[in-house]
């Protein structure tokens, strides 16, 4: 398999202070749908029920002043939100984000800025430049300044064999542009999986990229990660990159090179 290779650090723009007028845009999923249409749809959830799930602003070279992305990320370890990479590089855009802030957390929330980033050279040199929305590279972590507060316990990504997969009742999460800073969710099992991707029937919106997808396990109380959302493209249902052996060997080495200190 292709192997992954981790960028350079990129320094963040600090102390970025956002206007109360906002615009945002968000990477385009239009396109014809004919076919592959979600049956259900995700319903607005307590944000401070899933700390974990980052609400996340994005500022690109490209777009003019005012003007934000917005997108999803979850909490990973004490000082990494993992995303999808297009909400850390988009060409289209300028390359990579100016700024980024994570609004996260139970009581208070809290907002952080980031400091460095990474995501896959795969992405930035190709990906992005044609917007493939099946990309097996489209994903990266955003890197805070200072661990979290240890009362946000992350979440763990794993690989999982094909066929455990298909029977998981998989949670799809994410903050859509149309409702900002309000987390939705549903959960459902597959339509369809494959080597790198998942497939499901849950309608998602702009904004909800990068957030995660992941089971619940009763017994153990534990939730886990099975794939990042990334695209509704054209005539399929909406997708994650799936949590692969490739994929998690770059998150476990992101991990290791970003412990808290």
């Known amino acids: 398999s292709r192997s992954f290779q981790a960028l350079v650090d990129l320094k963040w723009l600090e102390d970025q202070d956002f206007p109360p007028d906002h615009r945002f845009d968000w990477y385009p999923s239009g396109g014809d749908r004919s076919g592959a249409t979600p049956v259900i749809t995700p319903e607005r959830v307590d944000a401070k029920?899933?700390?974990?799930?980052?609400?996340?602003?994005?500022?690109?070279?490209?777009?003019?002043?005012?003007?934000?992305?917005?997108?999803?990320?979850?909490?990973?370890?004490?000082?990494?939100?993992?995303?999808?990479?297009?909400?850390?590089?988009?060409?289209?855009?300028?390359g990579f984000a100016q700024s980024v802030e994570a609004t996260l957390g139970a009581q208070p929330r809290v907002r952080v800025q980031a400091q460095t980033m990474r995501t896959t050279r795969q992405w930035v040199e190709q990906d992005s430049r044609i917007q493939l929305g099946t990309?097996?590279?489209?994903?990266?972590?955003?890197?805070?300044?200072?661990?979290?507060?240890?009362n946000i316990r992350p979440l763990r990504a794993e690989t999982t064999d094909g066929k455990v997969l298909r029977e998981m009742l998989l949670n799809v999460a994410g903050y859509p542009a149309s409702d900002l800073g309000s987390l939705y969710g549903a959960r459902s099992k597959p339509d369809s999986i494959n080597d790198t991707r998942i497939f499901y029937p849950i309608e998602t919106y702009p904004g909800m990229s990068g957030g995660p997808v992941f089971d619940?396990?009763?017994?153990?109380?534990?939730?886990?990660?099975?794939?990042i959302h990334t695209a509704w493209p054209p005539g399929l249902l909406p997708t994650a990159l799936r949590i692969t052996e490739n994929v998690l060997s770059l998150i476990m080495?992101?991990?290791?090179?970003?412990?808290?200190?």
């Open 49 to 94: 029920s899933w700390p974990y799930i980052a609400f996340l602003r994005m500022h690109f070279p490209n777009q003019a002043a005012g003007v934000d992305s917005v997108g999803t990320g979850t909490l990973i370890a004490p000082r990494l939100i993992l995303t999808a990479g297009h909400n850390i590089f988009d060409y289209v855009r300028g």
């Open 135 to 150: 990309s097996a590279f489209d994903f990266g972590v955003v890197v805070l300044r200072e661990p979290l507060d240890s």
């Open 216 to 227: 619940y396990d009763a017994a153990s109380g534990v939730r886990t990660i099975r794939g």
């Open 253 to 261: 080495a992101w991990q290791g090179e970003f412990r808290p200190v």
